[in-house]
């Protein structure tokens, strides 16, 4: 039901942009997440957008390099990310739930739905 795309290779401080669009349901309802699984490591918060508020909130690794935004047009969020550094390599997954809270966002089990993931491999 949710499909990640746009991952690839890519050196230090280039750009990617990550989409994720979803069939079945609709972003406008839910609060829509991104995650990151390292290798080795284990799942990372990356952003929020809050159903409830629009409220979009990044972890702080991200804030001011990564932005999300949506198009509830075509039910599609995207992730874009600038500047990109070696530590931003991982698998990305889109999440999604109607019922998160701010406290638990950066939690994986507040999520129920997931995307399959893509993976994002920055080299120096």
């Known amino acids: 039901q949710l499909q990640a795309s746009g991952g690839g290779l890519v050196q230090a401080g280039d750009s990617l942009r990550l989409s994720c669009a979803a069939s079945?349901?609709?972003?406008?309802?839910?609060?829509v997440g991104w995650f990151r699984q390292a290798p080795g490591k284990e799942r990372e918060f990356v952003a929020i957008?809050?159903?409830?508020?629009?409220?979009?909130v990044y972890a702080d690794s991200v804030k001011d390099r990564f932005t999300m935004s949506t198009d509830n047009d075509k039910n599609t969020v995207h992730l874009q990310m600038n500047n990109l550094k070696p530590d931003d390599t991982a698998v990305y997954y889109c999440?999604?739930?109607?019922?998160?809270?701010?406290?638990?966002?950066?939690?994986?089990?507040?999520?129920?739905?997931w995307g399959q993931g893509t993976l994002v491999t920055v080299s120096s």
């Open positions: 957008k809050f159903r409830s508020s629009n409220n979009i």
């Open positions: 079945g349901r609709t972003f406008s309802r839910n609060s």
């Open positions: 999440a999604m739930s109607s019922t998160v809270i701010f406290s638990e966002r950066t939690k994986s089990r507040a999520y129920h739905h």
